[in-house]
């Protein structure tokens, strides 16, 4: 076989091209509109959030601006309800996610890992919070940046790091990859490589828990990008004009792949897009936000009908791991996202802040975590790669099904 | 149109002679001069697709925008659908667009509008109308990792549709030639690019405004016992094939690259069956229903009494394409060598 070998990292620039299409270096965060008009309650000089810890161990959280914007339909309260356990739990989550995926990114640069990868860091506090809101009886799906979402469902690092290998012990036996998580048991439908093409289907989901009358809610996630697909228009109507449980979720952080929201989108107020079906904005790097933004969501999907949930985030990496991420906006625009609204260090604030937890704890906590992946990691790589048999099985049920090899002799007929 | 700078390449490029000295490029680059040249010649033509302002996720289209200007060479938000029926509108009114699919597994949502709209401008208009500028451009095939969506190969939809040209390079002459003849050519023209091939494919491109004629397949090697028909980077597979069929069976093959697959040029493949009466056909799409299936019917329609043997297909498995079993889906030297022997030792006495 020729040794050839699709380049993982493609894409440099000569500094011209890079000046004429990208937020050039002496442009500042506050340039980019979006992080302007959502507030970061960690600076000190903006209203802090206030903590009311009761008796019981229950907290309420009356966010100090108010992270909520509406579009016809009434904006959630600005209040959020929460627990010390929670918010731990929100913490190690998060972390084990994050952890997740900066193992990915080493083995994808090892070549362990082949194909396409697309990493979550950053955005995680969307996985947390709906994860919150929702039960495993609600279903989920979303598109190719699937990696915290399939954790978030209960998934292990095994099963993921395994897949991204391709060996059997994945979550979709090896032959899924990267893009493909898929947990039946969880309700999470994945996964799907085309962009948009999940919008639909979650609203058939939808369709499907209506008509069994389950009191249960479908999440169809999709990216600044996607949402100038035509298919999620004819999901949007569908789902207004049958009323369908789904909450469509705009993950909007700010790039499709290389090009900025303003440069794809004549409206960049992605939860007004919907027309007749109402909107909403979080602020998704708060994990309390998308909490309280999602259980409001899910009682308007399940009484009044669907709505578009645009989840204001920000992703550290690139695109995919053959995207450094650099062409299109600056290193300090990521640098000042990240010490400002880091989803994991707002969680850590809230936990010291209130004196529910110590560095120390906070910080076994992620040792512990490093351990678990890293012994994920090695128990992934000494797992045993899937059977050959599996390159032509599961493309139809019936047994019995010829599947034509190079010659006759040679062609499997499927046990 | 005017192409009075063209030079038709009628015989083997070395032959012409060049008034310029040919410039090393590779695939993406002989597109991109391709591309530059078409934008140049023709005041009509556009490019458009997703992230082409700043080169394209392969750089076929670096420096375009600088050199002729944003309102000619601009991104579309990512939507095919909207791509390909806004491509259609242009092409009505007489422009030139070059429209790019990100990839070929993307041109799905596209497919209706190339399909049923594309194809069947000018027939259902009575020539009133037609698309004649239209352009798609799509990296296709296996690269390695590429995986269920980075790696199809869509040839065999497009060529059951007529009314659409289908058109396959193989190298960085081939495709600056076949790209330019391309655009130019009065039809909607599907061109598909071996992505596989971007950076690795590597050769002396001439520098000037040449078209290399479509709806003609080419013999790229002599040979007396086999003819083997392939098209794009299955060329190399089937070089190495070649290379050691020979050496061990001790015979001659002759390879045909088709280039142009719709309109499928017919005549050349039977012209070598006759003299050879074996024929082989490789492609990374899957088996059943694939463009083999269609070459061996007229094979054997019009040139049976001279086979000598069953014709033989080493295509991908009748699966979708896979991302860890690639090595053992994908047709390979090594199998295309098993088919080439097994024709060559066929006893039809038997």
């Known amino acids: 076989m020729l040794a050839f070998r699709f380049a993982p990292r493609g894409i440099s620039h000569t500094p011209i091209t890079r000046r004429s299409f990208a937020t050039s270096a002496t442009k500042e965060v506050k340039d980019v509109k979006e992080v302007k008009e959502v507030p970061t309650a960690a600076a000190g000089n903006k209203k802090k959030d206030k903590f009311t810890i009761g008796k019981d161990g229950k907290i309420k959280v009356e966010f100090g601006v ?25 913490f190690r989550d998060m972390t084990l996610w994050r952890r997740v995926e900066i193992a990915a990114d080493n083995l994808y640069k090892a070549k362990h890992v082949r194909g396409f990868l697309h990493l979550y860091n950053g955005q995680e506090a969307i996985v947390a919070g709906y994860e919150a809101a929702l039960t495993k009886d609600d279903h989920v799906i979303t598109a190719y940046r699937d990696h915290a979402n399939f954790m978030g469902r209960g998934g292990s690092p095994f099963e993921v790091i395994s897949e991204l290998i391709g060996k059997a012990g994945g979550c979709s036996a090896g032959k899924g990859g990267s893009m493909h998580f898929y947990k039946r048991d969880a309700n999470f439908h994945g996964g799907n490589g085309i ?57 909007n952080n700010k790039y499709g792949m290389g090009t900025s929201a303003e440069r794809s989108s004549a409206n960049t107020e992605y939860y007004t897009r919907g027309d007749a079906v109402p909107g909403i904005k979080i602020d998704a790097m708060n994990v309390l936000s998308v909490k309280a933004g999602f259980e409001y969501a899910k009682q308007h999907a399940l009484t009044k009908g669907p709505l578009i949930v645009e989840a204001e ?30 989803p994991i260090d707002k969680v850590k604030f809230y936990l010291l802040e209130n004196k529910l937890s110590t560095e120390e704890e906070l910080k076994e906590i992620e040792k512990e975590i490093k351990k678990e992946v890293d012994e994920a990691q090695k128990k992934a790589m000494e797992g045993d790669w899937p059977e050959i048999k599996e390159l032509y099985n599961n493309v139809y049920t019936e047994k019995g099904y010829y599947v034509r090899h190079t010659n006759l002799e040679d062609s499997v007929v499927v046990e | 149109m005017e192409n009075n700078k063209v030079r038709w390449l009628k015989m083997k490029w070395e032959q012409i002679y060049w008034e310029e000295q040919p410039k090393k490029m590779n695939l993406f680059t002989a597109i991109n001069d391709a591309m530059d040249i078409a934008l140049t010649t023709n005041p009509k033509a556009v490019l458009f697709g997703e992230d082409v302002a700043f080169g394209g996720v392969f750089r076929c289209a670096t420096g375009l925008r600088e050199k002729h200007g944003s309102s000619r060479v601009f991104n579309t938000p990512l939507c095919e659908q909207g791509i390909a029926g806004f491509a259609i509108g242009m092409a009505a009114q007489g422009a030139t667009p070059i429209a790019e699919i990100q990839f070929a597994d993307y041109i799905f949502p596209a497919f209706d509008q190339i399909v049923n709209e594309a194809a069947k401008y000018r027939y259902r208009s009575g020539n009133e109308f037609n698309v004649a500028g239209l352009t798609f451009r799509a990296p296709y095939g296996a690269v390695g990792h590429g995986g269920h969506y980075h790696s199809q190969s869509p040839e065999a939809y497009f060529c059951h549709t007529p009314g659409l040209k289908v058109v396959v390079p193989r190298s960085p002459v081939q495709a600056k030639g076949l790209l330019l003849a391309s655009i130019r050519d009065p039809n909607p023209v599907i061109f598909l690019e071996p992505k596989w091939l971007y950076r ?26 086999v003819t083997i028909v392939g098209w ?35 005549d050349t493949i039977i012209k070598s069956v006759k003299k050879t009466g074996k024929l ?19 094979i054997q329609e019009k040139a049976f009494l001279h086979l000598e043997a069953p014709i033989a297909r080493v295509c991908g498995y009748d699966t979708p394409f896979p991302l860890i079993f690639e090595r053992f889906y994908f047709p390979d030297a090594l199998k295309n060598f098993e088919a080439i022997q097994k024709l060559v030792e066929y006893d039809f006495s038997k």
Not at chain 2, 212 to 220: D, Q, S, W
């Open chain 2, 200 to 225: 690795s494919s590597i050769e002396q491109v001439p520098v000037e405004d040449y078209e290399i004629e479509l709806g003609k397949a080419e013999v790229i090697k002599n040979g007396e016992d």
């Open chain 1, 66 to 90: 108010n992270p909520y914007k509406s579009y016809k339909m009434d904006a959630p309260a600005p209040v959020a309800t929460t627990s010390k356990e929670e918010l731990l739990k929100f």
């Open chain 1, 313 to 342: 985030t920000y992703r550290y990496m690139g695109h995919s791991m053959s995207d450094p991420g650099l062409a299109y906006r600056t290193r300090d625009e990521v640098a000042a996202i990240k010490a400002d609204r880091d």
């Open chain 1, 195 to 251: 962009v948009g093409a999940q919008v639909p289907i979650g609203a058939g989901v939808a369709f499907a828990l209506k008509y069994q009358q389950k009191p249960n809610v479908c999440i169809a996630m999709y990216g600044d990008g996607a949402a100038n697909q035509g298919q999620n228009y004819e999901a949007f109507n569908m789902a207004a004009l049958w009323k369908l449980p789904v909450i469509f979720v705009c993950e």
């Open chain 2, 280 to 298: 082989l056909i490789s492609h990374e799409a899957p088996k059943t229903g694939g463009l083999a299936g269609e070459i061996a019917a007229q």
């Open chain 2, 232 to 266: 794009g980077a299955q060329l190399l597979v089937l070089e190495q094939a070649i290379t050691m069929a020979e050496e061990k069976l001790g015979i001659t093959c002759e390879l045909i690259d088709l280039k142009t697959l719709l309109p499928l040029d017919i």
